[in-house]
């Protein structure tokens, strides 16, 4: 993608997010306005596949670039992560239905006992006419209080083996449905993703995603995309920790010498540098990847993986390098902190990732 792809879509985020994200970040959500305006600037509608993803790539780089992984979560799940189901797997109808831009969506996947390991997965749908009926409760889900639909996962069939999710289905639930209990589940950090828990007590779903009973099948591919997207997003958030530090050591004096001029704040910080520039190529050629239809698990995994631990990494030096003012609880360099660490337990934990790849090392 040219520079000015990226500098039109930096500019789109600066006018429409940056002035609003602390609010955001203060009430737990994005506001109304907020995700009005997203809408209408187009940035929630661009491609998922084909040479159009690209396009795509360089959004969510740059909405991590923000600096407010809350916000990010918030919109990677509504824009990517929930609705790439419906864009597979949905038929005509349901993609008419749901996939409009100012149709918030959330993602009911995740429950008390069925995160990273869903065998123990409780949430049932049971056959009621020509629908099902659907009683569980989900946690963690982002954009829970807003969401005008989520895709949830459901047991639909009893029996069977359970590791791979036998008898397990995939639904669209229209979020206005009575039966629907949304409790808000405050966050250390993504203080903006509108994290809840979601109680479903016979709720009707407005349609089955893909064939009934073949969860396990849609969930794999989904999956990988959903980590591209996560690593993508956190590529992004370590640019900016690491644009924040290097401004911060290059000015700030320590007994009449820049911090900079030490040299293990620069060698730490170049070696962070390094690891970035890597990462980012690694993703950019993932971008690449998808886009020709060959994006494959492992690398999806990897990049997840190393996007978002060193996420982390560059946090910990962000705060350990403002000293006691980089840990306020209302400083940039906290925030940062906070928001990394979530990174590395979302869309996939970093020991189950590191579980997959080297299982894939056989």
């Known amino acids: 993608m040219t520079d000015d792809v990226r500098q039109e879509i930096r500019s789109v985020l600066d006018a429409v997010v940056l002035p609003h994200a602390e609010v955001w970040e203060q009430q737990g959500r994005i506001s109304a306005d907020g995700w009005r305006a997203l809408a ?14 690209r396009r795509s ?13 809350g916000v990010r979560a918030a919109i990677g799940v509504h824009a990517y992560m929930a ?10 109808a349901q993609r008419a239905a749901w996939l409009a831009p100012d149709k918030i969506a959330a993602l009911a996947i ?8 869903l065998s123990s997965l409780s949430t049932v749908a049971r056959p009621d006419g020509d629908t099902y009926r659907l009683t569980g409760e989900k946690f963690y889900v982002a954009n829970g209080s807003a969401a005008d639909y989520f895709v949830v996962l459901a047991k639909t069939r009893d029996g069977g083996t359970t590791r791979v999710l036998s008898g397990a289905s995939l639904f669209v639930v229209d979020g206005h449905s009575p ?31 893909g064939r009934p009973d073949r969860a396990l099948m849609y969930l794999m591919p989904a999956l990988d995309f959903e980590r591209l997207v996560a690593g993508l997003l956190a590529v992004g958030g370590v640019r900016h920790c690491l644009d924040l530090v290097r401004a911060f050591v290059r000015s700030h004096r320590v007994h009449g010498d820049v911090l900079s001029a030490n040299q293990a704040v620069r060698h730490r910080l170049a070696d962070l540098d390094a690891q970035f520039e890597l990462v980012r190529t ?10 020709a239809g060959r994006l494959d ?30 840990y306020l609880d209302d400083s940039v360099p906290a925030r ?27």
Not at 57 to 69: I, S
Request: hydrophobic share 40%; aromatic share 8%.
């Open 83 to 92: 609705p790439s189901y419906l864009r597979r797997y949905g038929t005509e």
């Open 336 to 362: 940062l902190y906070r928001d990394a660490m979530a990174g590395t337990i979302a869309a996939g934990a970093s020991e189950l990732m590191r579980d997959l790849i080297f299982e894939s090392g056989r």
């Open 179 to 209: 039966g629907i209990t949304r409790h808000r589940q405050p966050m250390l950090g993504w203080r903006a993703s509108d994290t809840c828990r979601v109680s479903f007590d016979g709720v009707a779903a407005a349609g089955v995603i």
């Open 40 to 53: 209408e600037s187009g940035l929630l509608s661009l491609p998922h596949v084909g040479p159009g993803f």
């Open 282 to 291: 690694f993703a950019h050629r993932l971008v690449e990847d998808h886009c």
């Open 297 to 326: 698990t492992k690398a999806a995994t990897v990049l997840k993986l190393t996007a978002t631990e060193l996420a982390v990494s560059a946090a910990q030096a962000c705060v350990q390098y403002h000293g006691a003012r980089g």
């Open 110 to 117: 995740t429950e008390q006992n069925a995160g990273t390991d």
């Open 57 to 69: 790539a360089v959004f969510l780089e740059e909405l991590g670039n923000t600096g407010y992984a």
